[in-house]
């Protein structure tokens, strides 16, 4: 089984893309800060929930998202708009046709073979969170409230 493509979203230069690989060979060309790196970080995360050696969830830093998504999000508190904090999405899609399939993804394929990784507010926070944003606590995305699912 290879992995057809790869989607990532609010993930460090990557805000909202989808990779097409080849099941042979793929090669990543661009200038420096492009986006080459996050490309095969995004692989790790996916493939064995690590990055860089260590667990992924244990390593969330706000700097994580992109500059956007971030800048937008810190915004809309600073407005006082109640806003759902953003996430970061990963999703790999493979060939094959094992058993666990269907179409539970963010591209909305029918029967797509793949897995999710994705890091959002813990629901168990939800209430905390919503506390801190109306006490004006919230300065920055609240990672401390997050978790990866």
């Known amino acids: 089984m290879t992995i057809d493509k790869i989607v990532v979203r609010n993930y460090k230069l990557l805000e909202n893309a989808v990779i097409k690989l080849n099941p042979d060979v793929n090669i990543f060309i ?9 490309i095969l970080e995004a692989l790790s995360i996916l493939t064995t929930g690590k990055l860089n050696g260590y667990a992924f969830g244990r390593q969330l830093k706000a700097n ?11 915004e809309s508190i600073r407005h006082g708009e ?12 493979y060939d094959g046709d094992p058993i666990y399939k269907g179409s539970n993804n963010t591209l909305s394929e029918p029967e797509a073979i793949g897995i999710n990784i994705t890091v959002r507010i813990a629901e168990k926070n939800t209430e905390l969170y919503k506390h801190m944003v109306k006490d004006g606590d919230i300065q920055d995305i609240p990672i401390e409230l997050y978790t990866m699912i």
């Open 82 to 93: 109640e806003i759902s904090p953003p996430e970061i999405i990963f999703e790999a899609y």
């Open 30 to 38: 661009g200038d420096n800060d492009s986006g080459k790196t996050t």
């Open 64 to 74: 994580m998202f992109t500059s956007t998504v971030r800048t937008d999000y810190i």
